[in-house]
């Protein structure tokens, strides 16, 4: 079973709407992603946390909206979104560990939330 | 340029045979680490192996094994004894830095069927 889970797994949404992705890792890692997954396209890092504090934003539109609270806990605040946002959306988790040159930070993936914007 | 090329889109492989998926990088960085994830229909993302800049031989995970060509900046994987269950995308990814904690980056995947 993934330590990683997000809710919902499937959303579909209209234009004006404002909704929200949940991601929550019980893994105790530091850091926590999210990705989009769109068809015929490679994997897209939209936003990285690490120690609850935004350290990458890959020129994401204003219209997704990350948060986290807690080093648990990833959300991504959807609002106007357009049709081409339909992909599936990917949060992970790793544990960015700073000693010992064995360690590789794996990230540990959720489901994803597959998001049909209409 | 492209950090990490997957030139193979779709695979095709006879149950019980082996299979070797193609991957290639490229970084200017000396500490690296260079991973494979299993996407199977579902959509989750599955960590398969892992090999670091500084291993000496290459990863093994059971029937999953890293063919680490340092000089040629390529690390492919090879599954032993296909299973139909082994039927999904496959992923090649880089993380940069020191203890990898910097930026993943993906390939574009390659599709594996596994044939009965």
């Known amino acids: 079973e993934t330590g990683v889970t997000q809710t919902p797994r499937h959303l579909v949404m209209g234009m004006t709407n404002k909704k929200s992705l949940k991601c929550e890792q019980h893994l105790g890692h530091n850091a926590m992603y999210w990705y989009k997954q769109s068809a015929k396209k490679p994997l897209e890092l939209m936003f990285v946390?690490?120690?609850?504090?935004?350290?990458e934003n890959n020129s994401v539109p204003s219209r997704f909206s990350p948060e986290c609270p807690n080093s648990s806990h990833l959300f991504l605040h959807l609002h106007t979104l357009q049709p081409e946002d339909s992909a599936l959306y990917l949060c992970a988790s790793s544990p960015e560990a700073t000693t010992g040159s064995s360690s590789y930070n794996e990230q540990f993936f959720g489901p994803g939330t597959r998001l049909t914007v209409l | 340029a492209q950090k990490i090329t997957q030139t193979q889109p779709g695979m095709f492989v006879q149950e019980k045979e082996a299979v070797t998926l193609d991957c290639t990088y490229d970084?200017?960085?000396?500490?690296?680490?260079l991973f494979w994830y299993k996407q199977p229909s579902s959509g989750e993302m599955i960590f398969l192996i892992y090999?670091?800049?500084?291993?000496?031989q290459n990863a093994t995970e059971g029937r999953y094994s890293l063919n680490f060509q340092k000089a040629r900046k390529s690390a492919n994987l090879v599954i032993s004894a296909s299973q139909l269950g082994d039927s999904a995308m496959y992923f090649c990814a880089m993380r940069e830095g020191r203890n990898n904690a910097g930026k993943s980056t993906f390939g574009d995947g390659t599709t594996l069927t596994v044939k009965p």
């Open positions: 946390y690490s120690l609850e504090e935004r350290v």
């Open positions: 970084t200017s960085d000396p500490s690296y680490g």
């Open positions: 090999q670091g800049s500084y291993d000496q």
